[in-house]
């Protein structure tokens, strides 16, 4: 009943993780041309060091979700380590609780963020002239990733399973 929630997890997880891959090759494609060019050519892209730190962003927030999934972020276990199986599930469904509120105020202000950056018009001072809001946009769609991995991840405590 509830397993298409955990298959849409995996899905959306896997399509951050894509994307995240994606940032990284362009980072290290851009970060590239710009170190032959200045070493072989006398040439800057000029935005390599704007974009680079851009694309991390996309990449650290795009990968956020697959790496809970995966058991990738740091646990604390030393209180967990001595509980039951039954007080290790309660305190993992109150963690996820308690991170699902986080992200949701995260996403929530984000969004909002973004909106006001869009509506005023706000560009990058460097030569780019990159709309703002555009850069806002991995921040938005990763952090919902996470909620929604979050939310997967409480579920699955609730229903007894690992």
Same mark, same amino acid.
């Given at each position: 009943?509830?397993?298409?929630?955990?298959?849409?997890?995996?899905?959306?997880?896997?399509?951050?993780?894509?994307?995240?891959?994606?940032?990284?090759?362009?980072?290290?494609?851009?970060?590239?041309?710009?170190?032959?060019?200045?070493?072989?050519?006398?040439?800057?892209?000029?935005?390599?060091?704007?974009?680079?730190?851009? #694309? +991390? /962003?996309?990449?650290?927030?795009?990968?956020?979700?697959? @790496? !809970?999934?995966?058991?990738?972020?740091?646990?604390? =276990?030393?209180?967990?380590?001595?509980?039951?199986?039954?007080?290790?599930?309660?305190?993992?469904?109150?963690?996820?609780?308690?991170?699902?509120?986080?992200?949701?105020?995260?996403?929530?202000?984000?969004?909002?963020?973004?909106?006001?950056?869009?509506?005023?018009?706000?560009?990058?001072?460097?030569?780019?002239?990159?709309? #703002? +809001? /555009?850069?806002?946009?991995?921040?938005?769609?990763?952090? @919902? !990733?996470?909620?929604?991995?979050?939310?997967?991840? =409480?579920?699955?405590?609730?229903?007894?399973?690992?």
């Amino acid at each position: 009943m509830i397993g298409w929630v955990f298959t849409l997890n995996r899905w959306l997880s896997k399509g951050g993780a894509v994307l995240s891959s994606v940032a990284l090759i362009v980072l290290i494609v851009l970060i590239l041309v710009e170190i032959l060019g200045r070493s072989f050519f006398q040439y800057s892209t000029m935005i390599a060091d704007e974009y680079s730190g851009y #694309l +991390y /962003l996309s990449a650290v927030f795009f990968g956020l979700a697959y @790496a !809970l999934n995966h058991d990738s972020h740091i646990r604390i =276990t030393i209180i967990t380590a001595y509980l039951g199986n039954k007080a290790s599930r309660a305190v993992d469904v109150f963690c996820g609780v308690l991170g699902m509120a986080t992200m949701g105020v995260v996403v929530y202000y984000a969004w909002i963020f973004m909106l006001d950056t869009k509506s005023m018009e706000m560009v990058s001072e460097g030569v780019s002239q990159t709309p #703002l +809001y /555009l850069t806002q946009i991995p921040v938005v769609v990763g952090s @919902a !990733l996470l909620w929604f991995a979050l939310f997967s991840f =409480t579920l699955k405590r609730l229903c007894h399973d690992r």
